[in-house]
């Protein structure tokens, strides 16, 4: 048995775009990278442009492959803040 189904040619586009990729647009960090590289390339500073150009992947795979740090809360934070300055104190002292 086959059922026939009709469809308008609006409601097929508005289906199909589901269905379509849309570009994703760049971060305003990744900007930064991509104008720091033009200027280093109107500067003539080859190694800094390319070090810019070359998008790194070891900081995307850290960031997948790290693991979830605890929560923190204010009590904890204002114990190794406490904690941190008497050590720079006795640092001082010395």
């Known amino acids: 048995m086959t059922q026939i189904i009709s469809v308008s040619p609006s409601t097929a586009a508005y289906a199909a775009q589901a269905y379509k ?6 971060t305003a960090l990744e900007q930064e990278v991509a104008n720091a590289a033009e200027t ?3 500067d003539n500073d080859r190694l800094k442009a390319e070090r810019l150009a070359i998008k790194s ?6 960031l997948l492959t ?3 740090r605890r ?10 803040y406490a904690e941190n300055a008497e050590e720079e104190e006795a640092g001082e002292d010395r």
């Open 66 to 68: 790290m693991q979830r």
């Open 57 to 62: 992947t070891s900081l995307d795979l850290a």
């Open 71 to 80: 929560e923190t809360n204010p009590e904890l934070v204002a114990r190794l």
């Open 21 to 26: 990729t849309t570009p994703r647009s760049a």
């Open 40 to 42: 280093a390339k109107a």
